[in-house]
């Protein structure tokens, strides 16, 4: 089940019904009907996977507990590696398995063994498991670090785990964060349900109309990259830059004005990244969850800044490596890290790495200055330059692409698989890319114009390309379900 599909929307309605006219007067009820809820979202998918976050489910909320009721020190840790090795086991096997078997059998055969590989297994990748696998460690860290008390309600803590708006592709939520609200009283805001309308509304445009509108040119550029020229190949790129900024942060908006109409709320997972003014800044603006979560449980315990400079820039480099094959079982996702560590570190060493933390680009104006300007043209081609590796099938295609980039200069000009026009869709991203701008100070308002004649052009304009993009036969997945 995917959300943008009718069969989600038929589900989101039913249990929202439930939820605050049938279950409103028990919160133990209301947590039951989100776990149930939750696990029949999941299993519209693939019910075996059920196990898998039942058993992550249970080993962490056993482990947080025996963590919190022992004083010494080496046997709390003992009960951290627990957590630790099952999540990174599961994670190990279902997505990496085949991954090191195969990258072991071509090592050998450089050695001038050929041996044909009997292991590998064919392993199906279960939706969303490097999220909740990173959800439930996180909060098995938190007991640890002793930063919250672990909770002893198994009911509350399996709905933590497994909410469905966020639980196949984030934001990967903290239990102080989500957990809490689990726990408590949730009651009905009206406020809140009309906000997370407007975010659902406007994650469904980024998704249906930018995203999936763009994707067969997309597939179609990397499909045939070596018949293309250069000036084709860098509007393919480009042109992926903003699909997957489209279908992830779509993703995330829906997810979370999802959980504003049960009275919850998420983290912000996105705040804008195309406007970044540094790859650092990038970094505080896309997949925050993610970045939030590498920078606890990976860069700060390993030192963070407060050792050397060259033990930073080793803490930098392993975190974006990490976060490279977090994202896949792939060399190129392995190179993709470490081109962002590349670029990361002279920021770093630079001391500009925070400069823009609490800032936007035109911070106090309407229009950025011309160095301003450059700034984020210059992120933005490194981000999308870097994106090659992303979405190539392997290391050979993703160096092919950027020879024939920088060796075939001839000019083409590309005409849409389905013999749409082109220039609608570069209006199309000029008008996106200027909408986004226009609101880059409040990611969760994305309709907040105090004219209502404003407003009312604004969601006519929305509805309508839903109306004309939509095609119920056609319902693409979403990027990262894959991750």
């Not at 977090?326 to 060399?331: E, L, M």
């Amino acid at each position: 089940m995917i959300f943008n599909s009718i069969e989600f929307f038929i589900f989101l309605l039913i249990v929202y019904f439930l939820y605050w006219f049938v279950f409103k007067k028990s919160l133990k009820t209301q947590n039951i009907l989100i776990l149930v809820s939750s696990y029949l979202f999941y299993g519209w998918w693939d019910w075996r996977f059920l196990s898998l976050i039942l058993l992550s489910t249970i080993v962490d909320y056993l482990v947080a507990i025996q963590i919190n009721g022992n004083d010494n020190q080496r046997t709390r840790k003992s009960w951290l590696w627990v957590s630790v090795i099952f999540n990174v086991g599961l994670l190990g096997f279902f997505k990496y398995y085949n991954f090191f078997v195969d990258s072991w059998v071509d090592m050998v055969s450089v050695l001038g063994y050929d041996i044909k590989s009997t292991w590998t297994l064919k392993v199906i990748l279960p939706v969303g498991i490097s999220f909740y696998t990173f959800q439930t460690m996180s909060y098995s860290f938190d007991v640890y670090y002793k930063k919250l008390k672990p909770t002893t309600d198994f009911l509350s803590f399996a709905a933590f785990v497994s909410f469905f708006p966020q639980l196949v592709a984030g934001p990967i939520e903290r239990a102080s964060n989500l957990l809490s609200q689990i726990l408590k009283v949730r009651k009905f805001d009206y406020r809140q349900a009309v906000d997370g309308i407007k975010l659902i509304l406007w994650g469904l445009f980024k998704k249906i109309v930018i995203a999936d509108s763009l994707a067969p040119m997309v597939d179609d550029i990397f499909a045939n990259y070596s018949t293309y020229p250069a000036s084709t190949l860098i509007l393919g790129v480009t042109l992926f830059s903003f699909q997957v900024y489209g279908d992830f942060s779509g993703y995330s908006d829906i997810a979370i004005g999802t959980a504003k109409l049960f009275g919850v709320e998420l983290t912000s997972n996105f705040k804008f990244p195309q406007f970044s003014r540094n790859v650092a800044e990038y970094w505080q603006r896309w997949h925050v969850s993610l970045s939030t979560w590498f920078r606890h449980y990976v860069y700060i315990p390993l030192g963070g800044s407060r050792t050397s400079k060259l033990k930073s820039v080793r803490n930098i480099a392993i975190v974006f490596l990490i976060s490279g094959f977090w994202h896949g079982a792939n060399w190129t996702f392995i190179f993709w890290g470490a081109f962002h560590a590349l670029a990361f570190i002279p920021v770093f060493l630079m001391g500009r790495n925070t400069i823009y933390k609490d800032s936007v680009v035109a911070e106090n104006t309407m229009f950025p200055t011309l160095t301003e300007v450059g700034q984020v043209l210059l992120t933005f081609g490194i981000v999308t330059f870097s994106r090659i590796f992303f979405r190539s099938e392997s290391i050979t295609v993703a160096f092919e692409f950027i020879n024939k980039i920088f060796t075939n200069f001839s000019y083409e000009t590309y005409h849409h698989p389905m013999g749409y026009r082109m220039i609608d869709y570069y209006v199309l991203i000029f008008l996106f890319v200027l909408y986004e701008y226009l609101i880059r100070r409040d990611e969760r308002s994305p309709f907040k114009f105090k004219s209502r004649i404003v407003r009312f052009i604004i969601y006519t304009i929305v509805i309508l390309c839903l109306l004309l993009f939509y095609d119920s036969g056609f319902d693409r997945s979403f990027i990262y379900f894959q991750f």
